[in-house]
């Protein structure tokens, strides 16, 4: 007897779906949730592997994005994840596209390794010093965050977390290489605000918008309020 194709998922639900017949037209069987329109479970041959997938329309293309497979993320986390997707799409953001984009973007520490430092070694005597600031003070707080990541609520924290066991003036020159390094890179034409705005927390903190990708013909970073 075959299993209904759309019914209210539960865990116990989905861990009882057979795996797809082998003489199935597509690869995977698929489940739709009655809960939550548009999540999808497919199920494989053999194994029956489960998997958990959101499809919807994005300007009238058919779309879908993967959410995971099951039991590592349950029922409620995949209705959880497939509300945060409908949200992106609410204000008009694709999050499949987002998804792509975030995978292509660049860390902090892969701007200064990858871009930054090759100017510097052969433009600033000084690149050793910044080399030792980044490795002993940036790197540990912010160099694996995507740019996007990095907020001027973030540079506050370094700088007050720094303030507490280095000196004034040592601390300001590490606040001082991470603008560089942002002004660095507006200089290039890869940023449309001036990064010195980069460590002035303000009320109501806004994610900035890194167009910063991995690619060389991709690298434009701007930092948006």
Known sequence: MSSPKRFRFTNQLIKSLPPNTSDARSTDAEYSDTEISGLKCLVSRRE???KFLLRYLYHGRKRA????HWPEVDVNLAR????EHKRSLAT???????????RMELTFDELFNQHYLPWAKSAKRSWGKDVQRYRDHIRPAIGQRLLSDITPASILR???TLSTSLSAATCNRVIVLIKAVFTWAGRQSMTSVHPARVG????????????FHRGRNSSYFSLRR
Do not use: C, Y
């Not at 994005?65 to 995971?68: H, R, T």
């Not at 002035?200 to 167009?211: C, D, N, V």
């Open 92 to 102: 008009g953001t694709d999050p499949k596209q987002e998804r792509e984009n975030k």
């Open 158 to 160: 370094l700088q007050q």
């Open 65 to 68: 994005i993967a959410i995971g």
């Open 200 to 211: 002035t927390a303000s009320q109501g903190e806004q994610r900035p918008t890194a167009l």
């Open 80 to 83: 959880q994840i497939a509300i």
């Open 48 to 50: 029956g592997r489960k």
